[in-house]
């Protein structure tokens, strides 16, 4: 028995690597998910693919349709919802809560200036949306 509003499981980093996969690919098969993994990683074998689905099924992170010979295994979260639940406990953990340490962490250091210039824009355009004055200082 699922519980309502119960926080995703925390997967683990070889668990998310499928996960990004199956969202971008949509509900799939573990030969879709392996075949779409060589790319980044072409020493993981099928097995190890099936194995790993089959625990991520098991805490809840897919779910799987078994009506056809083939499972199809899906996400059960949504990115967003999942990558949100992640975010929030790194902040936690990490950054004593502060949302604005994490943020100024990785503008220090993991930003490319590319990057940079369109969290600018984006905040000149939520700024513009709220009603609020926005400086460049």
């Known amino acids: 028995m699922t519980r309502r509003n119960a926080r995703p499981p925390k997967p683990t980093a070889a668990e998310l690597d499928l996960l990004r996969a199956i969202w971008r690919l949509g509900p799939s098969t573990v030969k879709d998910v392996h075949q779409a993994r060589l790319a980044e990683r072409p020493d993981i ?3 190890t693919v099936l194995r790993l689905m089959q625990v991520m099924h098991g805490k809840g992170l897919l779910t799987r ?18 990558q949100t639940n992640l975010l929030s406990e790194l902040i936690q953990k990490a950054f004593s809560g502060s949302g604005k340490a994490l943020v100024m962490a990785a503008l220090n250091e993991h930003v490319s200036d590319k990057e940079r210039e369109e969290i600018r824009r984006f905040l000149k355009d939520n700024a513009d949306d709220n009603g609020t004055e926005h400086r460049d200082d």
């Open 45 to 47: 074998t099928y097995a």
């Open 65 to 82: 349709d078994e009506s056809q010979r083939s499972h199809v295994y899906a996400a059960a979260h949504a990115q967003d919802a999942l």
